[in-house]
Protein backbone atom coordinates (compact mmCIF):
# COMPACT_ATOMS: atom_id res chain seq x y z
CA UNK A 1 0.00 0.00 0.00
CA UNK A 2 1.37 3.12 -0.85
CA UNK A 3 2.01 5.80 1.94
CA UNK A 4 0.40 9.43 1.14
CA UNK A 5 0.35 10.47 4.67
CA UNK A 6 2.29 10.17 7.80
CA UNK A 7 3.52 12.08 11.45
CA UNK A 8 6.52 13.36 10.62
CA UNK A 9 9.37 11.63 12.40
CA UNK A 10 10.68 14.97 13.40
CA UNK A 11 7.96 14.76 16.24
CA UNK A 12 7.76 12.61 19.38
CA UNK A 13 4.54 11.49 19.72
CA UNK A 14 4.60 12.88 23.17
CA UNK A 15 1.58 14.46 23.98
CA UNK A 16 1.88 19.10 23.93
CA UNK A 17 1.47 20.72 26.67
CA UNK A 18 -0.63 23.34 24.31
CA UNK A 19 -3.81 24.92 24.79
CA UNK A 20 -6.63 23.88 22.61
CA UNK A 21 -6.01 26.02 19.53
CA UNK A 22 -3.02 27.07 20.38
CA UNK A 23 -0.68 28.03 16.82
CA UNK A 24 2.64 26.18 18.60
CA UNK A 25 1.79 22.84 17.69
CA UNK A 26 1.58 24.08 14.10
CA UNK A 27 4.57 25.94 14.27
CA UNK A 28 6.60 23.08 15.58
CA UNK A 29 5.35 20.25 12.95
CA UNK A 30 6.34 23.02 10.05
CA UNK A 31 9.65 23.34 11.13
CA UNK A 32 10.18 19.55 11.83
CA UNK A 33 8.46 18.57 8.53
CA UNK A 34 10.93 21.01 6.59
CA UNK A 35 13.95 19.44 8.35
CA UNK A 36 12.69 15.92 7.61
CA UNK A 37 12.01 16.67 4.26
CA UNK A 38 15.18 18.51 3.47
CA UNK A 39 17.02 15.65 5.34
CA UNK A 40 18.61 17.42 7.70
CA UNK A 41 16.86 15.80 11.10
CA UNK A 42 19.79 13.50 12.21
CA UNK A 43 22.11 17.07 11.56
CA UNK A 44 20.28 19.36 14.05
CA UNK A 45 20.01 21.09 17.11
CA UNK A 46 17.05 23.06 18.59
CA UNK A 47 17.21 25.63 21.21
CA UNK A 48 14.11 25.64 22.87
CA UNK A 49 13.31 29.18 25.24
CA UNK A 50 11.71 30.02 28.07
CA UNK A 51 7.97 30.36 27.80
CA UNK A 52 4.89 28.14 26.84
CA UNK A 53 7.49 26.22 24.31
CA UNK A 54 9.87 25.89 27.51
CA UNK A 55 8.97 21.92 26.71
CA UNK A 56 9.70 22.17 23.01
CA UNK A 57 12.55 19.50 23.70
CA UNK A 58 9.75 16.98 24.27
CA UNK A 59 8.05 17.50 21.30
CA UNK A 60 10.38 17.90 18.23
CA UNK A 61 12.99 14.90 17.62
CA UNK A 62 16.53 16.54 17.63
CA UNK A 63 19.35 17.02 19.95
CA UNK A 64 17.94 20.25 22.05
CA UNK A 65 19.45 22.38 24.36
CA UNK A 66 16.97 23.96 26.93
CA UNK A 67 17.83 28.19 27.74
CA UNK A 68 17.42 30.65 29.76
CA UNK A 69 15.15 33.23 29.33
CA UNK A 70 16.16 35.14 26.38
CA UNK A 71 19.53 33.86 25.99
CA UNK A 72 18.43 31.13 22.97
CA UNK A 73 20.77 33.12 20.28
CA UNK A 74 24.16 32.75 22.64
CA UNK A 75 23.52 29.63 23.70
CA UNK A 76 23.17 28.71 19.59
CA UNK A 77 26.38 31.07 19.58
CA UNK A 78 27.89 28.60 21.19
CA UNK A 79 26.64 25.19 19.56
CA UNK A 80 26.96 26.39 16.50
CA UNK A 81 30.75 27.82 16.57
CA UNK A 82 31.39 24.07 18.16
CA UNK A 83 28.86 22.12 15.06
CA UNK A 84 29.68 24.52 12.42
CA UNK A 85 27.84 21.54 9.95
CA UNK A 86 25.26 21.36 11.98
CA UNK A 87 21.86 22.60 11.08
CA UNK A 88 21.12 24.72 14.28
CA UNK A 89 17.85 26.94 15.16
CA UNK A 90 15.90 28.82 18.36
CA UNK A 91 12.64 28.74 18.84
CA UNK A 92 11.54 31.76 20.70
CA UNK A 93 8.09 33.50 21.76
CA UNK A 94 8.04 37.64 21.86
CA UNK A 95 8.51 37.89 25.67
CA UNK A 96 11.76 35.34 25.05
CA UNK A 97 13.17 36.76 22.21
CA UNK A 98 11.72 41.04 21.96
CA UNK A 99 12.43 41.79 26.09
CA UNK A 100 14.38 39.69 27.80
CA UNK A 101 16.52 38.83 25.35
CA UNK A 102 16.66 41.63 22.70
CA UNK A 103 20.68 42.19 23.59
CA UNK A 104 21.13 38.70 22.48
CA UNK A 105 19.00 38.33 19.32
CA UNK A 106 20.45 41.75 18.16
CA UNK A 107 24.03 40.57 18.67
CA UNK A 108 23.51 36.79 17.28
CA UNK A 109 22.23 38.76 14.16
CA UNK A 110 25.00 41.47 14.17
CA UNK A 111 27.40 38.73 14.47
CA UNK A 112 26.24 37.24 11.22
CA UNK A 113 25.55 34.24 13.10
CA UNK A 114 25.39 31.03 10.83
CA UNK A 115 21.62 29.77 12.59
CA UNK A 116 18.60 30.44 12.39
CA UNK A 117 15.71 31.74 14.78
CA UNK A 118 11.92 31.14 14.35
CA UNK A 119 9.98 33.64 16.38
CA UNK A 120 6.83 33.22 17.87
CA UNK A 121 5.05 36.33 17.92
CA UNK A 122 1.53 36.30 19.55
CA UNK A 123 1.66 39.73 20.98
CA UNK A 124 1.19 37.92 24.80
CA UNK A 125 3.26 36.71 27.04
CA UNK A 126 1.62 32.77 27.55
CA UNK A 127 3.24 30.81 29.92
CA UNK A 128 3.20 33.60 32.89
CA UNK A 129 -0.85 34.11 32.03
CA UNK A 130 -1.21 36.94 29.81
CA UNK A 131 0.66 39.76 30.71
CA UNK A 132 1.94 42.11 27.85
CA UNK A 133 4.67 41.71 25.40
CA UNK A 134 6.85 44.22 23.93
CA UNK A 135 4.68 43.23 20.85
CA UNK A 136 1.41 43.75 22.55
CA UNK A 137 -1.09 46.10 19.92
CA UNK A 138 -2.31 49.29 21.53
CA UNK A 139 -5.56 49.11 22.87
CA UNK A 140 -5.00 45.32 23.43
CA UNK A 141 -5.93 43.68 27.07
CA UNK A 142 -3.35 41.84 29.25
CA UNK A 143 -3.12 41.62 32.82
CA UNK A 144 -0.72 44.23 33.18
CA UNK A 145 -2.62 46.44 31.16
CA UNK A 146 -6.26 45.82 32.06
CA UNK A 147 -7.42 48.52 30.03
CA UNK A 148 -5.86 47.98 27.37
CA UNK A 149 -2.13 48.66 26.17
CA UNK A 150 -1.55 52.85 26.42
CA UNK A 151 0.78 54.46 24.35
CA UNK A 152 1.27 57.34 26.33
CA UNK A 153 2.45 54.51 29.62
CA UNK A 154 4.28 51.42 27.43
CA UNK A 155 4.85 52.92 24.08
CA UNK A 156 3.82 51.29 20.44
CA UNK A 157 4.41 47.66 19.69
CA UNK A 158 8.03 46.41 18.51
CA UNK A 159 8.36 45.33 15.04
CA UNK A 160 11.40 42.91 15.41
CA UNK A 161 11.43 41.17 11.90
CA UNK A 162 12.10 45.27 10.54
CA UNK A 163 15.13 45.72 13.00
CA UNK A 164 16.93 42.49 12.29
CA UNK A 165 16.37 43.79 8.92
CA UNK A 166 18.40 46.83 9.39
CA UNK A 167 21.36 44.43 10.72
CA UNK A 168 23.94 43.55 7.69
CA UNK A 169 24.78 40.63 9.29
CA UNK A 170 21.07 39.27 8.82
CA UNK A 171 20.91 38.10 5.70
CA UNK A 172 17.01 36.33 5.83
CA UNK A 173 14.17 38.23 7.29
CA UNK A 174 10.88 37.21 6.59
CA UNK A 175 7.42 37.34 8.51
CA UNK A 176 4.84 34.99 7.87
CA UNK A 177 1.54 34.37 9.65
CA UNK A 178 -0.57 31.10 10.79
CA UNK A 179 -4.04 32.67 10.36
CA UNK A 180 -5.55 30.18 7.72
CA UNK A 181 -4.71 27.06 5.93
CA UNK A 182 -2.83 29.47 2.40
CA UNK A 183 -0.56 31.14 5.39
CA UNK A 184 0.44 28.51 7.25
CA UNK A 185 1.38 26.71 3.65
CA UNK A 186 3.20 29.56 2.77
CA UNK A 187 5.33 29.85 6.03
CA UNK A 188 6.46 26.56 5.53
CA UNK A 189 7.93 27.39 2.40
CA UNK A 190 9.72 30.41 3.94
CA UNK A 191 11.05 28.14 6.54
CA UNK A 192 12.63 25.72 4.60
CA UNK A 193 14.15 28.98 2.35
CA UNK A 194 15.88 29.82 5.79
CA UNK A 195 17.18 26.72 6.57
CA UNK A 196 18.79 26.05 2.96
CA UNK A 197 20.48 29.77 3.62
CA UNK A 198 21.55 28.73 6.59
CA UNK A 199 23.39 25.73 5.10
CA UNK A 200 24.92 28.24 2.47
CA UNK A 201 26.30 29.76 5.77
CA UNK A 202 25.61 33.19 4.35
CA UNK A 203 24.57 35.10 7.64
CA UNK A 204 21.53 35.19 9.92
CA UNK A 205 18.32 34.02 9.14
CA UNK A 206 15.23 35.28 11.19
CA UNK A 207 11.39 34.05 10.51
CA UNK A 208 8.60 35.75 12.67
CA UNK A 209 5.82 33.66 12.56
CA UNK A 210 2.37 35.75 14.14
CA UNK A 211 0.33 33.21 16.42
CA UNK A 212 -2.54 33.36 18.10
CA UNK A 213 -3.02 32.83 22.14
CA UNK A 214 -6.72 32.21 22.52
CA UNK A 215 -6.56 31.03 26.02
CA UNK A 216 -5.42 34.75 26.87
CA UNK A 217 -6.49 36.27 24.48
CA UNK A 218 -9.58 35.28 25.90
CA UNK A 219 -11.04 33.66 22.62
CA UNK A 220 -12.33 31.15 20.42
CA UNK A 221 -9.66 29.18 17.86
CA UNK A 222 -11.12 30.50 15.30
CA UNK A 223 -12.27 34.25 16.33
CA UNK A 224 -8.27 34.40 17.25
CA UNK A 225 -7.66 33.24 13.88
CA UNK A 226 -9.68 36.49 12.68
CA UNK A 227 -8.29 38.43 15.28
CA UNK A 228 -5.01 38.22 14.11
CA UNK A 229 -5.53 38.62 10.44
CA UNK A 230 -7.70 41.99 11.27
CA UNK A 231 -5.41 43.57 14.07
CA UNK A 232 -1.66 42.11 13.72
CA UNK A 233 -1.09 41.72 10.09
CA UNK A 234 -1.86 45.47 9.45
CA UNK A 235 0.82 46.41 12.35
CA UNK A 236 3.29 43.55 11.73
CA UNK A 237 3.19 43.33 7.71
CA UNK A 238 3.64 40.08 6.10
CA UNK A 239 6.49 39.37 3.49
CA UNK A 240 10.12 39.45 2.64
CA UNK A 241 12.46 41.60 4.44
CA UNK A 242 15.28 40.66 3.23
CA UNK A 243 16.52 38.04 0.88
CA UNK A 244 20.25 36.87 -0.25
CA UNK A 245 20.46 36.34 -4.16
CA UNK A 246 18.08 34.19 -5.30
CA UNK A 247 20.52 32.75 -8.14
CA UNK A 248 22.96 31.58 -5.73
CA UNK A 249 20.48 30.36 -3.07
CA UNK A 250 19.17 27.57 -5.49
CA UNK A 251 22.38 26.70 -6.83
CA UNK A 252 24.05 25.76 -3.88
CA UNK A 253 20.85 24.10 -2.21
CA UNK A 254 20.92 22.24 -5.50
CA UNK A 255 24.35 21.11 -4.85
CA UNK A 256 23.73 19.83 -0.99
CA UNK A 257 20.73 17.97 -1.94
CA UNK A 258 22.37 16.22 -4.97
CA UNK A 259 25.27 14.76 -1.79
CA UNK B 1 58.26 24.72 26.16
CA UNK B 2 59.36 23.56 29.37
CA UNK B 3 62.48 26.69 29.97
CA UNK B 4 61.46 28.99 32.76
CA UNK B 5 59.71 32.80 31.17
CA UNK B 6 58.75 35.49 32.69
CA UNK B 7 55.02 35.76 32.53
CA UNK B 8 52.13 38.36 33.26
CA UNK B 9 49.34 36.24 35.15
CA UNK B 10 46.14 36.70 32.99
CA UNK B 11 48.52 35.77 29.87
CA UNK B 12 50.12 32.58 32.03
CA UNK B 13 46.41 31.71 33.05
CA UNK B 14 45.49 31.94 28.69
CA UNK B 15 48.52 29.78 27.82
CA UNK B 16 47.66 27.47 30.77
CA UNK B 17 44.45 26.93 29.37
CA UNK B 18 45.35 26.29 25.26
CA UNK B 19 48.08 24.14 26.54
CA UNK B 20 45.40 22.12 27.89
CA UNK B 21 43.70 21.69 25.00
CA UNK B 22 40.96 24.50 25.90
CA UNK B 23 39.40 25.18 21.81
CA UNK B 24 36.54 27.93 22.56
CA UNK B 25 36.64 31.01 24.57
CA UNK B 26 33.68 33.83 25.13
CA UNK B 27 34.99 36.93 27.07
CA UNK B 28 33.89 40.53 27.80
CA UNK B 29 36.22 42.61 28.38
CA UNK B 30 36.43 43.99 32.40
CA UNK B 31 39.78 44.93 33.91
CA UNK B 32 41.75 43.45 35.62
CA UNK B 33 41.12 40.54 33.32
CA UNK B 34 41.58 41.70 29.36
CA UNK B 35 45.17 40.69 29.01
CA UNK B 36 42.77 37.11 28.98
CA UNK B 37 40.78 37.55 26.14
CA UNK B 38 43.00 39.50 24.29
CA UNK B 39 45.25 36.79 24.49
CA UNK B 40 42.53 34.22 23.30
CA UNK B 41 41.87 36.60 20.43
CA UNK B 42 45.60 36.41 19.34
CA UNK B 43 46.47 32.89 20.43
CA UNK B 44 43.32 30.38 20.38
CA UNK B 45 42.73 30.56 16.36
CA UNK B 46 46.48 29.73 16.01
CA UNK B 47 45.81 26.84 18.07
CA UNK B 48 42.55 25.34 16.42
CA UNK B 49 40.12 26.98 18.64
CA UNK B 50 37.31 29.68 18.40
CA UNK B 51 37.82 32.97 20.40
CA UNK B 52 33.90 34.68 20.31
CA UNK B 53 34.25 38.29 22.21
CA UNK B 54 30.32 38.46 23.14
CA UNK B 55 27.99 41.42 23.79
CA UNK B 56 27.76 40.90 27.85
CA UNK B 57 29.19 38.49 30.59
CA UNK B 58 25.66 37.22 30.41
CA UNK B 59 25.78 36.59 26.95
CA UNK B 60 29.57 34.97 27.29
CA UNK B 61 28.88 32.35 29.95
CA UNK B 62 25.28 31.33 27.72
CA UNK B 63 27.81 30.77 24.84
CA UNK B 64 29.56 28.97 27.37
CA UNK B 65 26.96 26.63 28.14
CA UNK B 66 25.97 25.62 24.24
CA UNK B 67 29.71 25.39 23.63
CA UNK B 68 29.97 23.03 26.04
CA UNK B 69 26.35 21.77 25.35
CA UNK B 70 27.79 20.70 21.84
CA UNK B 71 30.91 18.61 23.12
CA UNK B 72 33.28 21.68 23.32
CA UNK B 73 36.03 22.75 25.91
CA UNK B 74 35.46 26.16 27.17
CA UNK B 75 37.20 28.75 29.22
CA UNK B 76 35.63 31.83 29.88
CA UNK B 77 36.97 34.71 32.47
CA UNK B 78 35.70 38.16 33.74
CA UNK B 79 36.53 40.45 37.07
CA UNK B 80 33.91 40.27 39.97
CA UNK B 81 30.85 42.77 38.27
CA UNK B 82 30.75 40.69 35.13
CA UNK B 83 30.73 37.47 37.06
CA UNK B 84 27.88 38.59 39.25
CA UNK B 85 25.92 38.68 35.18
CA UNK B 86 27.04 35.61 34.83
CA UNK B 87 25.39 33.81 37.87
CA UNK B 88 22.57 32.72 36.22
CA UNK B 89 24.51 31.05 33.87
CA UNK B 90 26.54 28.99 36.33
CA UNK B 91 23.31 27.78 37.71
CA UNK B 92 21.48 26.72 35.16
CA UNK B 93 25.43 25.11 33.79
CA UNK B 94 25.63 23.08 37.51
CA UNK B 95 21.84 21.51 36.79
CA UNK B 96 21.98 20.60 33.04
CA UNK B 97 25.98 19.21 34.45
CA UNK B 98 27.94 21.04 31.40
CA UNK B 99 31.76 21.27 31.87
CA UNK B 100 32.97 24.83 31.98
CA UNK B 101 36.19 26.33 33.56
CA UNK B 102 35.71 29.88 34.62
CA UNK B 103 38.29 32.65 35.97
CA UNK B 104 37.21 35.22 38.35
CA UNK B 105 39.93 37.99 38.63
CA UNK B 106 38.40 39.90 41.18
CA UNK B 107 38.16 43.17 42.35
CA UNK B 108 37.30 45.50 45.32
CA UNK B 109 33.42 45.94 45.71
CA UNK B 110 30.63 46.16 45.71
CA UNK B 111 29.14 47.62 42.51
CA UNK B 112 31.31 48.97 40.16
CA UNK B 113 33.90 49.37 43.19
CA UNK B 114 37.51 49.63 41.88
CA UNK B 115 40.11 47.71 39.41
CA UNK B 116 42.25 46.78 42.51
CA UNK B 117 42.29 43.31 44.17
CA UNK B 118 40.01 42.25 46.26
CA UNK B 119 38.95 39.02 47.94
CA UNK B 120 35.12 40.07 48.35
CA UNK B 121 33.75 37.14 45.89
CA UNK B 122 34.26 34.97 48.54
CA UNK B 123 30.81 34.18 49.42
CA UNK B 124 29.79 34.39 45.48
CA UNK B 125 32.15 31.95 44.50
CA UNK B 126 31.35 29.41 47.01
CA UNK B 127 27.77 30.14 48.18
CA UNK B 128 25.99 30.85 45.27
CA UNK B 129 24.96 34.02 43.94
CA UNK B 130 22.57 32.27 41.00
CA UNK B 131 19.83 30.45 42.42
CA UNK B 132 18.52 27.28 43.59
CA UNK B 133 20.95 24.67 45.12
CA UNK B 134 24.19 23.96 42.95
CA UNK B 135 27.70 24.13 43.79
CA UNK B 136 31.18 25.44 41.77
CA UNK B 137 34.07 23.88 42.16
CA UNK B 138 36.16 26.74 43.99
CA UNK B 139 40.02 26.23 43.28
CA UNK B 140 42.05 29.52 45.00
CA UNK B 141 45.67 29.17 43.50
CA UNK B 142 48.32 31.41 45.00
CA UNK B 143 51.30 32.42 42.00
CA UNK B 144 50.88 32.13 38.77
CA UNK B 145 52.59 28.71 38.71
CA UNK B 146 50.01 27.44 41.07
CA UNK B 147 47.35 28.78 38.59
CA UNK B 148 48.60 27.04 35.54
CA UNK B 149 49.00 23.81 37.78
CA UNK B 150 45.22 24.58 38.92
CA UNK B 151 43.95 25.55 35.62
CA UNK B 152 45.10 22.11 33.94
CA UNK B 153 43.61 20.51 37.26
CA UNK B 154 40.04 22.68 36.39
CA UNK B 155 39.50 20.94 33.05
CA UNK B 156 39.94 17.84 34.85
CA UNK B 157 37.75 17.93 37.23
CA UNK B 158 35.14 20.00 35.14
CA UNK B 159 35.29 17.04 32.49
CA UNK B 160 35.24 14.08 35.21
CA UNK B 161 32.32 15.24 37.65
CA UNK B 162 30.22 16.95 35.07
CA UNK B 163 30.02 20.53 36.82
CA UNK B 164 31.91 24.14 36.44
CA UNK B 165 35.52 24.94 38.28
CA UNK B 166 35.81 28.65 39.00
CA UNK B 167 39.43 29.89 39.11
CA UNK B 168 39.46 32.79 42.02
CA UNK B 169 42.39 34.72 41.78
CA UNK B 170 42.65 38.58 42.39
CA UNK B 171 43.70 41.14 40.38
CA UNK B 172 47.12 41.23 42.37
CA UNK B 173 48.42 37.74 40.31
CA UNK B 174 46.06 38.30 37.27
CA UNK B 175 48.18 41.36 36.99
CA UNK B 176 51.73 40.72 38.04
CA UNK B 177 54.57 38.56 36.46
CA UNK B 178 56.51 35.60 38.02
CA UNK B 179 58.91 33.40 36.42
CA UNK B 180 57.02 30.12 35.08
CA UNK B 181 57.08 26.72 33.75
CA UNK B 182 54.35 25.70 31.31
CA UNK B 183 53.36 22.35 30.43
CA UNK B 184 53.57 21.16 27.11
CA UNK B 185 50.92 21.23 25.30
CA UNK B 186 48.74 18.13 25.94
CA UNK B 187 44.99 16.58 24.73
CA UNK B 188 44.15 16.68 28.36
CA UNK B 189 42.40 13.86 30.33
CA UNK B 190 39.60 13.31 27.74
CA UNK B 191 36.28 11.87 28.53
CA UNK B 192 33.64 10.81 26.47
CA UNK B 193 30.79 12.72 25.83
CA UNK B 194 27.31 10.61 24.73
CA UNK B 195 25.25 13.54 26.24
CA UNK B 196 26.50 15.87 23.87
CA UNK B 197 24.81 17.58 21.13
CA UNK B 198 26.21 16.69 17.82
CA UNK B 199 23.08 15.79 15.84
CA UNK B 200 21.72 12.23 16.52
CA UNK B 201 23.96 11.48 13.09
CA UNK B 202 20.74 8.72 13.09
CA UNK B 203 22.65 6.29 15.49
CA UNK B 204 20.97 7.52 18.73
CA UNK B 205 17.55 9.06 20.15
CA UNK B 206 17.87 12.68 20.70
CA UNK B 207 19.82 14.28 23.19
CA UNK B 208 18.63 17.27 25.85
CA UNK B 209 20.41 19.34 27.67
CA UNK B 210 17.98 21.26 30.00
CA UNK B 211 17.41 22.31 33.66
CA UNK B 212 13.80 22.25 33.86
CA UNK B 213 11.94 19.86 35.78
CA UNK B 214 7.83 20.71 36.16
CA UNK B 215 7.17 17.95 38.65
CA UNK B 216 8.48 17.99 41.93
CA UNK B 217 9.18 14.17 42.08
CA UNK B 218 11.48 14.57 39.29
CA UNK B 219 13.09 17.96 39.88
CA UNK B 220 13.67 16.30 43.69
CA UNK B 221 14.74 12.98 42.03
CA UNK B 222 17.77 15.43 40.19
CA UNK B 223 18.84 17.67 43.19
CA UNK B 224 19.10 13.70 44.65
CA UNK B 225 21.28 13.25 41.90
CA UNK B 226 23.63 16.32 42.29
CA UNK B 227 23.87 16.02 45.96
CA UNK B 228 25.38 12.54 45.89
CA UNK B 229 28.11 14.38 43.70
CA UNK B 230 28.40 17.42 45.31
CA UNK B 231 28.98 14.82 48.20
CA UNK B 232 31.81 12.93 46.37
CA UNK B 233 33.76 15.93 45.26
CA UNK B 234 32.96 16.92 49.25
CA UNK B 235 35.04 13.69 49.51
CA UNK B 236 37.62 13.67 47.00
CA UNK B 237 38.46 17.15 46.09
CA UNK B 238 39.56 19.40 49.38
CA UNK B 239 42.94 20.96 48.38
CA UNK B 240 45.04 22.65 51.03
CA UNK B 241 48.26 23.62 52.06
CA UNK B 242 49.83 23.97 55.44
CA UNK B 243 52.47 25.36 57.25
CA UNK B 244 54.55 25.17 60.45
CA UNK B 245 51.64 23.94 62.72
CA UNK B 246 53.61 22.17 65.01
CA UNK B 247 54.16 23.75 68.44
CA UNK B 248 52.65 27.50 67.04
CA UNK B 249 50.73 29.66 68.87
CA UNK B 250 48.84 31.15 66.96
CA UNK B 251 47.16 29.80 63.17
CA UNK B 252 46.62 32.23 60.45
CA UNK B 253 44.22 31.05 57.68
CA UNK B 254 44.49 33.04 54.62
CA UNK B 255 43.71 32.17 50.74
CA UNK B 256 45.29 33.52 47.38
CA UNK B 257 47.82 36.68 47.55
CA UNK B 258 47.05 36.69 51.00
CA UNK B 259 48.55 34.38 52.26
CA UNK B 260 51.80 34.98 50.75
CA UNK B 261 51.62 38.53 52.63
CA UNK B 262 50.88 35.65 55.60
CA UNK B 263 54.22 34.05 54.84
CA UNK B 264 56.20 36.84 55.09
CA UNK B 265 54.61 38.12 58.12
CA UNK B 266 55.19 34.56 59.85
CA UNK B 267 58.69 34.77 58.59
CA UNK B 268 59.00 38.06 60.48
CA UNK B 269 57.25 36.58 63.69
CA UNK B 270 59.88 33.69 63.54
CA UNK B 271 62.43 36.68 63.82
CA UNK B 272 61.42 37.52 66.66
CA UNK B 273 60.89 33.72 68.46
CA UNK B 274 56.77 33.94 67.38
CA UNK B 275 56.20 30.53 66.29
CA UNK B 276 52.99 30.82 63.86
CA UNK B 277 51.20 28.42 61.46
CA UNK B 278 48.87 28.94 58.18
CA UNK B 279 45.99 26.89 56.95
CA UNK B 280 46.09 28.04 53.57
CA UNK B 281 42.73 26.90 51.93
CA UNK B 282 43.58 25.77 48.09
CA UNK B 283 39.73 24.39 47.23
CA UNK B 284 37.22 27.00 48.67
CA UNK B 285 34.31 25.07 47.81
CA UNK B 286 34.63 22.00 48.80
CA UNK B 287 36.08 24.07 51.97
CA UNK B 288 39.52 21.57 53.49
CA UNK B 289 37.27 21.59 57.34
CA UNK B 290 39.57 18.77 57.79
CA UNK B 291 42.66 21.06 57.88
CA UNK B 292 41.72 22.66 61.81
CA UNK B 293 41.62 18.76 63.02
CA UNK B 294 45.32 19.09 62.59
CA UNK B 295 45.90 22.40 65.05
CA UNK B 296 48.17 21.28 67.49
CA UNK B 297 47.20 22.55 71.34
CA UNK B 298 49.73 24.87 71.13
CA UNK B 299 47.29 26.97 69.46
CA UNK B 300 45.55 29.40 71.74
CA UNK B 301 44.13 31.20 68.90
CA UNK B 302 43.10 31.49 65.06
CA UNK B 303 43.40 34.66 63.23
CA UNK B 304 41.52 34.82 59.38
CA UNK B 305 43.25 37.61 56.59
CA UNK B 306 40.68 38.19 53.65
CA UNK B 307 40.50 41.01 51.67
CA UNK B 308 36.80 41.59 52.58
CA UNK B 309 35.21 42.51 55.31
CA UNK B 310 34.89 38.83 56.32
CA UNK B 311 33.80 36.41 54.52
CA UNK B 312 35.98 33.35 54.84
CA UNK B 313 35.69 33.48 58.72
CA UNK B 314 32.31 32.19 58.19
CA UNK B 315 33.97 28.62 56.95
CA UNK B 316 36.56 29.00 59.02
CA UNK B 317 34.65 29.03 62.41
CA UNK B 318 32.44 25.78 60.90
CA UNK B 319 36.16 24.28 60.47
CA UNK B 320 37.21 25.18 64.27
CA UNK B 321 33.58 24.11 65.47
CA UNK B 322 34.29 26.21 68.72
CA UNK B 323 36.90 24.82 69.94
CA UNK B 324 39.39 27.95 69.35
CA UNK B 325 38.56 31.91 69.13
CA UNK B 326 39.09 33.07 65.72
CA UNK B 327 39.18 36.61 64.73
CA UNK B 328 39.02 38.70 61.55
CA UNK B 329 42.15 40.72 59.93
CA UNK B 330 41.53 42.18 56.91
CA UNK B 331 41.59 45.20 54.05
CA UNK B 332 39.24 45.86 51.48
CA UNK B 333 38.00 48.22 48.61
CA UNK B 334 40.96 48.04 46.87
CA UNK B 335 43.71 48.23 49.70
CA UNK B 336 46.19 45.13 50.24
CA UNK B 337 47.09 44.40 53.83
CA UNK B 338 50.74 44.51 54.58
CA UNK B 339 53.34 41.85 56.61
CA UNK B 340 53.41 44.67 59.01
CA UNK B 341 49.57 44.84 60.13
CA UNK B 342 49.45 41.20 60.02
CA UNK B 343 52.46 40.75 62.53
CA UNK B 344 50.93 43.79 64.84
CA UNK B 345 47.69 41.48 65.44
CA UNK B 346 49.58 38.24 66.29
CA UNK B 347 51.41 40.43 69.03
CA UNK B 348 47.92 41.99 70.07
CA UNK B 349 46.38 38.38 70.21
CA UNK B 350 49.56 36.94 72.11
CA UNK B 351 49.04 39.68 74.82
CA UNK B 352 51.83 41.31 73.63
CA UNK B 353 51.06 45.04 72.41
Given amino acids: ?259 | MNEKVLMKGNEAFAEAAIRNDCKYYFGYPITPQNEIPEYMARELPKAGGVFVQAESELAAIHMAYGAAAAGGRVLISSSSPGIALMQEGFSFLCSAEMPCVIINVSRGGPGIGTILPGQADYYQATKGGGNGDYHLIVLAPASIQESIMLIGKAFELTDSYRNPVMILVDGMIGQMMEPVTMPARHSGTRVEKPWALTGTKGQRTHNVVKSVYLKAEELEAWNWHLLKKYDQIKTNEVRYETQDLENASIIFVAYGTTSRIVKEAMAMLADEGIKTGLIRPISLWPYPYEAFTEIPSSVTSVICVELSQGQMIDDVKIGLNGKLPVSYLGRFGGSVISAEEVVNEAKKRLGMI
Avoid at chain 1, 106 to 130: P, S
Avoid at chain 1, 169 to 182: H, I, N, Q, T, W
Wanted: charged fraction near 20%.
Fill in chain 1, 1 to 259: MKVVFEYTHGMTREDSIYCPGCTHGIAHRLIMEALEEMQLLSETIGISPVGCSILAHRYMNVDMCEASHGRAPAIATGIKRVQPDCTVFTYQGDGDLASIGTGEIIHAAHRGEKFTTFFINNAIYGMTGGQMAPTTLIGQKTTTTPEGRSELLCGKPLRMAEMIATIEGAVFVERVSLDSPSSIFKAKKVIKKAIQIQQQKLGFGFVEILSTCPTNWGMAPIDAMAWLRTNMIPYFPLGNLKSPGETDASKSVKGRRNK
